[in-house]
């Protein structure tokens, strides 16, 4: 039996998620990297949400990317190259008005340099709604969720499929904006069929929990959307965006596909 929440304040994040859940949408989450292509990422931004997208996250790049697989890793090497930072990041989504929630999603060294609270600051004057810290675990997140919280900023927790019952039960307790449900075990990657994982844990999710519950990591194109949809409440698509535009293509096309997936999911 599905959990409710009996709180009934939520973050920009989750009660956007949540309106457009219930107004009977699939959401759609792009992954776009901060600072790729140099010139014209942020046009990434506000095409996102013109092309259908509920919500955004925009990778931090870091030079140790964990979580993340060959397609991410080399726009993030991309953008580092050429001079990207945390805060020029910031400072660039801070002039970018799309309408729909902003997410950033990085790793805890970039977090912890700058401090919990400096941190969530700089998200929240940019307009970010929520964080995303793959390598930070549940036992250590307390301090960090705390000082995000102190500034509104949300945070999203990973569901991993490898955990019991009881961790997830934690972790859905701790999560705010969404729970983000890792599809299969391994990197951010571009798969060819969709992992049985990816539903399993949407399933496992969806039993504990009305936060949304998207899934992510190995969902490649509209028909793994639709599929992984047909239990969650939503997708998180990074790789194919990204190597869209690795691959010699245009903004115009990363944001076309974006438009794909959306189609995909209202016709499924």
Same mark, same amino acid.
């Given at each position: 039996?599905?959990?409710?929440?009996?709180? +009934?304040?939520y973050?920009?994040?989750?009660?956007?998620?949540? $309106?457009?859940?219930?107004?009977?949408?699939k959401?759609?989450?792009?992954?776009?990297?901060?600072?790729?292509p140099?010139?014209?990422?942020?046009?990434?931004? @506000?095409?996102?949400?013109?092309? =259908?997208?509920d919500?955004?996250e925009?990778?931090?790049?870091? $030079?140790?990317?964990?979580?993340? !697989?060959?397609?991410?890793?080399?726009?993030?090497?991309?953008?580092?190259?050429? !001079?990207?930072?945390?805060q020029? /990041?910031?400072?660039?989504?801070? &002039?970018?008005?799309? =309408?729909?929630? #902003?997410?950033? &999603?990085?790793?805890?060294?970039i977090?912890?340099?700058?401090?919990?609270?400096?941190?969530?600051?700089?998200?929240?004057?940019?307009?970010?709604?929520?964080?995303? #810290?793959?390598? #930070? $675990?549940?036992? *250590?997140? %307390?301090?960090?969720?705390?000082?995000? %919280? $102190? *500034?509104?900023? *949300?945070?999203?927790?990973l569901? %991993?499929?490898?955990?019991? @019952?009881?961790?997830?039960?934690? /972790?859905?307790?701790?999560?705010?904006?969404?729970?983000?449900?890792? !599809?299969?075990?391994? /990197?951010?990657g571009?798969?060819?069929e #969709?992992?049985?994982s990816?539903?399993?844990?949407?399933?496992?999710?969806?039993?504990?929990?009305?936060?949304?519950?998207?899934? =992510?990591?190995?969902?490649?194109?509209? +028909?793994? %959307?639709?599929?992984?949809?047909?239990?969650?409440?939503?997708?998180?698509?990074?790789?194919?965006?990204?190597?869209?535009?690795?691959?010699? !293509?245009?903004?115009?096309?990363?944001?076309?596909?974006?438009?794909?997936?959306?189609?995909?999911?209202?016709?499924?």
């Amino acid at each position: 039996m599905t959990t409710t929440d009996t709180t +009934q304040t939520y973050g920009t994040l989750e009660t956007h998620l949540r $309106s457009r859940r219930d107004a009977g949408q699939k959401l759609l989450l792009p992954y776009i990297t901060g600072g790729f292509p140099a010139e014209e990422w942020t046009q990434l931004i @506000d095409g996102s949400a013109h092309a =259908g997208a509920d919500a955004l996250e925009i990778g931090l790049p870091f $030079s140790d990317p964990v979580m993340d !697989g060959p397609t991410i890793q080399e726009s993030s090497t991309l953008a580092l190259s050429q !001079g990207a930072t945390p805060q020029s /990041i910031l400072d660039q989504v801070a &002039m970018a008005k799309p =309408g729909i929630p #902003l997410i950033a &999603m990085t790793y805890y060294n970039i977090c912890f340099r700058m401090g919990h609270r400096r941190f969530a600051n700089a998200l929240k004057t940019a307009g970010v709604s929520a964080a995303i #810290l793959p390598d #930070l $675990s549940l036992e *250590e997140m %307390a301090p960090w969720r705390e000082s995000a %919280a $102190s *500034e509104k900023v *949300e945070t999203v927790m990973l569901a %991993a499929p490898t955990s019991g @019952d009881a961790r997830l039960q934690k /972790i859905v307790e701790a999560a705010s904006g969404f729970v983000y449900g890792v !599809g299969l075990v391994g /990197i951010t990657g571009e798969r060819q069929e #969709l992992a049985e994982s990816a539903l399993t844990i949407a399933k496992r999710l969806k039993a504990i929990t009305d936060k949304p519950v998207l899934i =992510g990591v190995g969902v490649s194109n509209p +028909q793994q %959307a639709r599929e992984v949809c047909e239990v969650a409440d939503g997708v998180i698509v990074g790789s194919a965006v990204i190597r869209r535009l690795l691959d010699g !293509g245009s903004v115009e096309k990363a944001i076309d596909f974006i438009g794909e997936l959306r189609n995909g999911l209202d016709k499924g």
